[in-house]
């Protein structure tokens, strides 16, 4: 008889256990798919935080093209003046001698 009365307390217990592994079971469940929807969230998030960086980044580059443009472009007309001026230069001293 206590190897019965034993054996059922055995069973017992391991069904106690069994219930309390199913409920942890069941909340790390629950917890898991929270932290995946917290990913994801995350993910969106971030995706769109780098496509409002790469449009920001793109409008800059364009000011930034611009800017070099616009230096070329004084960068030319300085030399043509600078050329100008020196054959200018050149011929009235020509001239002079």
Do not use: I
């Amino acid at each position: 008889m206590d190897r019965v009365a034993g054996g059922c307390w055995a069973c017992d217990e391991l069904r106690g256990r069994l219930r309390r592994s199913d409920a942890d079971n069941e909340r790390l469940t629950t917890d898991n798919l929270e932290l995946r929807r917290e990913l994801r969230d995350a993910e969106l998030v971030m995706h769109e935080l780098q496509d409002q960086f790469n449009v920001e980044e793109a409008v800059e580059l364009r000011q930034l093209q611009r800017e070099l443009d616009n230096t070329a472009r004084d960068c030319r007309l300085l030399h043509f003046k600078v050329y100008s001026n020196c054959t200018v230069s050149v011929h009235v001293a020509c001239n002079v001698m």
